[in-house]
């Protein structure tokens, strides 16, 4: 018996997110892109997943690169989450006006993130619509250690659930 297309929506949506930005980056290209899908996978080495759909520029250049930062978000800052569903401006050292730096791996950390994790790929799966990403911390920060990071229920956005076609 297959699931309704609009119940797997309203199901899969419920299902608690982070909501943060993923910096990339191969040779000059940098870009910026709105992500809630990630997890931690192992402590020893601590070991971060992202799921990035295999169209996304972001794909392109964290298979390039090899490398992806994790950049967690003040919740009461969630507009800057819009500006970054589509590819990124990079100008002088922002992105999309949002100031980025560089740690270990070259990929950009945002200056305004809360937190940030910096990751080296180790592991990549195909999973259909994307791809796992699987990159080992080898540099972070926190900025803030009180505020709450970002999360879906935070925002109006919606992702996951059933590809839409159209």
Request: aromatic residues 6%; contains cysteine.
């Amino acid at each position: 018996m297959a699931v309704d297309d609009e119940l797997l929506n309203r199901v899969t949506w419920k299902i608690p997110n982070a909501l943060a930005l993923v910096g990339s980056r191969s040779g000059d290209e940098r870009n910026g892109m709105t992500t809630s899908w990630i997890t931690q996978l192992s402590m020893e080495p601590v070991l971060i997943g992202i799921g990035v759909d295999n169209s996304a520029v972001t794909h392109r250049l964290i298979s390039e690169g090899g490398s992806f930062t994790v950049n967690l978000w003040d919740a009461d800052d969630t507009r800057v989450f819009v500006k970054f569903s589509k590819p990124a401006e990079y100008a002088d050292g922002s992105l999309n006006g949002r100031a980025v730096h560089e740690e270990s791996t070259g990929a950009p950390v945002f200056d305004e993130a809360i937190a940030w994790m910096d990751c080296e790929v180790r592991h990549t799966l195909d999973l259909g619509t994307h791809t796992l990403f699987v990159g080992e911390v080898v540099a972070a920060g926190i900025r803030d250690d009180e505020a709450r990071s970002a999360s879906m229920s935070d925002t109006r956005m919606k992702y996951g659930g059933v590809k839409r076609h159209g």
